[in-house]
C-alpha cells in the first residue's frame, strides 16, 4: 500500500521526464558545453582546441582591452532603463487607477508597444532617430533647431537614445505590474484616512506605496535583467556604432563569435550569465532584508 502511495505521488512528475529531457539537450547540455570552451583558444584558424585557462578573462579585462566600454554601455542601459521604466510606470498606474472615463483604452494603449517586435521597433526608430527624421522635423517646427541631433550617430547619445526606446517600449509593462498591486490596496484603509484628515500625498506614502512594495521587487529585477541581457534593440537600430558607443555585452558576444573568436566570445557569454546572476541575488537578498508587511 505504501509503494502504491508513493507512486501515485511521483506519477504526476514522471509527466515532466519529456519536457525535461528535452530542455536538457537543446539548453542545458549546450550551456554546460560552453563553460569548458570559455577557457580554450577555440577560434577558426586552429585546427586543435587547447585549454588555456584564464586567458579570455585576462584579455577581456585588460587594461588595453577594447571591450571596456562595453561593461559601461550595458550598465548604463540596465540602470537608465530600469529606473525610468518604474518612474513612469508607477505615475501611469496611480493616473489610470482613478476614475477616468477613458481608463480602459489608455492602458490598451500605454501597454501595446511591449507586444510589437522590437526588431520592428528599431526599424522604426532608424527612420525616427535620423538627421531627416520625424523627431528632428518636430524640433524645427518649433523652432527647435538648436536641439536636433543625429541621435544614434553620435557616440554620445547613441546609447542614451537607444535606451529611451525600451523606456518608451517597456514602461506599459512596469504599468500593468504596479496596476495589479494597486487593486490590492483596501479601500476601507484609504477611506479611513482620508478621514481622518490624511492628504492625498500622505495616503500615497504611508498606505500605497508600502502595498507596491512587491511590483517594485517585480519590476526592479526584470527590468535589470532584461536591460543586461539586452540585444535585438542595440543591434537592428545602431549593431553598436558609432565607434561601439552604444554596444552592449550580448553585441559583442556575437561580434566576437562572427570574427571567429569563439573562445574569448563563450567566455563573454559565460561573464554575462554570471553577471546577471549574481546582480539577481544580490538585489534578491536586499529586497527580502527590506521586505515591507502590509498585513
Do not use: C
Request: proline fraction near 3%; avoid cysteine.
Amino acid at each position: 500500500m505504501r509503494i502504491n502511495r508513493i507512486t501515485k505521488k511521483m506519477y504526476p512528475q514522471y509527466l515532466l521526464l519529456p519536457a525535461f529531457i528535452i530542455y536538457a539537450i537543446l539548453f542545458l547540455l549546450p550551456n554546460l558545453t560552453s563553460f569548458y570552451y570559455a577557457f580554450t583558444n577555440w577560434n577558426m584558424v586552429g585546427t586543435t582546441v587547447k585549454f588555456i585557462g584564464l586567458d579570455n578573462f585576462r584579455d577581456i579585462f585588460s587594461e588595453s582591452s577594447s571591450n571596456n566600454g562595453v561593461f559601461v554601455n550595458t550598465a548604463i542601459f540596465a540602470i537608465y532603463t530600469t529606473v525610468l521604466k518604474i518612474v513612469f510606470g508607477l505615475i501611469l498606474a496611480l493616473v489610470l487607477n482613478e476614475g477616468i472615463r477613458s481608463r480602459n483604452v489608455l492602458r490598451a494603449v500605454y501597454f501595446m508597444p511591449i507586444t510589437l517586435s522590437t526588431v520592428l521597433l528599431g526599424v522604426m526608430f532608424t527612420e525616427i532617430y535620423s538627421p531627416d527624421g520625424i523627431l528632428n522635423r518636430i524640433l524645427r517646427t518649433f523652432g527647435l533647431d538648436s536641439w536636433t541631433h543625429s541621435w544614434v550617430a553620435e557616440p554620445k547619445l547613441a546609447i542614451w537614445s537607444i535606451a529611451s526606446v525600451e523606456v518608451w517600449r517597456a514602461s506599459g509593462f512596469a504599468m500593468a505590474v504596479f496596476l495589479a498591486a494597486l487593486q490590492m490596496v483596501p479601500k476601507e484603509v484609504q477611506e479611513a484616512a482620508e478621514m481622518d484628515g490624511a492628504s492625498r500625498w500622505q495616503r500615497l506614502y504611508h498606505i500605497t506605496l508600502p502595498f507596491l512594495y512587491q511590483a517594485f521587487v517585480i519590476n526592479t529585477l526584470l527590468s535589470l535583467i532584461s536591460g543586461l541581457k539586452v540585444f535585438d534593440l542595440i543591434y537592428v537600430i545602431s549593431n553598436g556604432g558609432p565607434a561601439r558607443s552604444s554596444e552592449v555585452l550580448n553585441v559583442t558576444v556575437l561580434n566576437e563569435f562572427s570574427k571567429g573568436n569563439y573562445g574569448l566570445s563563450t567566455a563573454m557569454g559565460l561573464i554575462l550569465f554570471l553577471f546577471v546572476s549574481v546582480v539577481y541575488f544580490l538585489l534578491n537578498a536586499v529586497f527580502k532584508k527590506f521586505e515591507v508587511d502590509v498585513t
